[in-house]
């Protein structure tokens, strides 16, 4: 079992940068996956970015290409989101999230634990 808290979100204006880590703990972290989602108000969970234990692969949503950026450090039991560019539309609570195994996934039930979440606001 992995326990994951995040941190980073806040308010930034359109245009800007933020980059949310995501600590994990309780377990060996290089066994896990790790995936960042988002949800918006009245929206369904959105895939945002997946890394495996190397961090060798990340795979990223439509909405992250080019914009994003998900790294791991496995001596830290850090993930970490880097976000470029931010739109309007990225307005959302962000989660970290989990899965053992190494087969890559965009699928929100695939992962077994999560994160809090932390909101991203972004504004005009």
């Known amino acids: 079992q992995v326990q994951l808290v995040e941190s980073g979100g806040g308010l930034v204006q359109a245009g800007g940068s933020l980059r949310l880590s995501c600590v994990a703990s309780g377990d060996i972290f290089s066994r896990y996956t790790m995936g960042w989602f988002r949800q918006a108000p009245g929206k369904e969970r959105e895939f945002v970015a997946g890394i495996e234990w190397s961090g060798v692969s990340p795979y990223y949503g439509d909405s992250a290409k080019g914009r994003f950026t998900i790294s791991r450090d496995n001596a830290k039991n850090t993930v970490y989101l880097q976000m470029h560019s931010l739109k309007l539309e990225d307005t959302a609570v962000y989660y970290c999230?989990?899965?053992?195994?190494?087969?890559?996934?965009?699928?929100?039930?695939?992962?077994?634990?999560w994160g809090q979440g932390t909101q991203v606001t972004v504004s005009s």
């Open positions: 999230a989990a899965k053992l195994g190494i087969r890559e996934s965009r699928v929100p039930k695939e992962y077994r634990f």
